[in-house]
């Protein structure tokens, strides 16, 4: 039950600062050899995009609980709660900045996450004809992951791409049901 | 004295593989026909580059500190000078000029930002190693820093 508990403002920080550190370069490395691997094995771009989303998601729905052990916060009250957390904390606790959220539908089903700095795409340049690959695709399997842990359902996908020539990322995320019980 | 107008100098920067293939020779103020020489003076300076790391016996580039991979004026043709340098993994890196007056800090300077800008290049997982380098990117770069040797 995670409605007890408060959040901490003044460790804003704090959670991060709790975290191992790895060369983000490694990180970017090694993730570009990866996204190279799946290139190579899968039979077109949707595809990798898709396996990307996959072990995105798989991701996801494990750093949840970490998340909560690490950062001292409570319960998230409600789904505009939750998406501001899961931006600001959430983000600056593992990639080590903070997203931030816009682009609210009315019925509040359906927010946007921007972003501009994106360590999975240091030094990549996508190459002609990969105008279809959404390279950082894990990100948006992450958040799915993260989301279905606290089961709220949605689809992601990126709507702005910095290796595509846009300013910043935007990450479109549609709530797709709410499992009631979780905020009875 | 330079007769046709060049980016201050830097008439030629090139990458050459370990394997001494070409991978990026980028001319600036010659023309289409002036820059396949450019092509010749860098596979001509390579036989000097050879010459030069026999008489450090074998040791791998680099083992003297930074400095090391400097490896100076390679030959003095009637127009132009060549200058060479060599990555701890054997990438050549030239630099031709037709500035006289050119200074050595300044020759080394542009070496070690030309080398960063490679390093960079190279974490690319886009960029098969010891490949052509057809970046438009990383093009932009060797161009900004060929300016500012103004």
Redesign the interface.
């Known amino acids: 039950d995670f409605s007890q508990g408060k959040r901490d403002m003044s460790s804003k920080g704090g959670a991060y600062a709790k975290m191992e550190k790895i060369n983000a ?1 490694l990180l ?2 090694t993730y ?2 990866f ?2 691997q799946l290139l190579k094995d899968l039979p077109t771009l949707e595809s990798v995009n898709s396996k990307l989303e996959e072990i995105g998601y798989n991701m996801g729905l494990r750093i949840v609980d970490e998340f909560f052990a690490k950062s001292g916060e409570g319960g998230c009250k409600d789904v505009e709660d939750t998406a501001e957390v899961m931006a600001k904390r959430g983000f600056k606790m593992f990639m080590g900045f903070e997203a931030d959220i816009k682009d609210w539908a009315e019925n509040k089903m359906a927010f946007t996450i921007f972003f501009t700095l994106n360590p999975f795409a ?6 002609e004809g ?1 105008s279809t690959l959404h390279y950082s695709n894990v990100l948006c399997g992450i958040i799915r992951g993260v989301l279905k842990a606290l089961n709220i359902l949605v689809k992601c996908k990126f709507i702005r791409d910095v290796l595509k020539g846009d300013s910043q990322y935007e990450i479109r995320v549609d709530i797709e049901e709410i499992l009631q019980d979780k905020y009875a | 004295h330079p007769h046709r107008p060049t980016l201050m100098g830097v008439t030629c920067a090139a990458v050459v593989g370990k394997g001494n293939n070409p991978l990026y020779v980028r001319t600036f103020g010659v023309s289409e026909d002036e820059a396949l020489r450019f092509h010749f003076v860098v596979h001509t300076s390579l036989d000097v580059v050879e010459e030069r790391l026999q008489t450090r016996k074998g040791s791998p580039p680099g083992v003297g500190g930074l400095s090391d991979l400097y490896l100076g004026l390679l030959c003095p043709t009637d127009d132009y000078k060549v200058y060479g340098y060599i990555t701890n993994t054997n990438a050549k890196l030239f630099l031709v000029t037709d500035d006289i007056d050119i200074k050595e800090a300044d020759i080394k300077s542009f070496f070690r930002r030309f080398h960063a800008a490679f390093v ?2 190279v ?4 960029y098969s190693m010891d490949t052509a380098i057809t ?1 438009a ?1 990383f093009d932009r770069e060797v161009v900004q820093l060929a300016r500012s040797y103004q």
């Open positions: 370069e970017s490395v570009g050899t996204v190279m240091d030094f990549v340049e996508l190459p990969y | 960079d290049f974490c690319n997982p886009f970046s990117s």
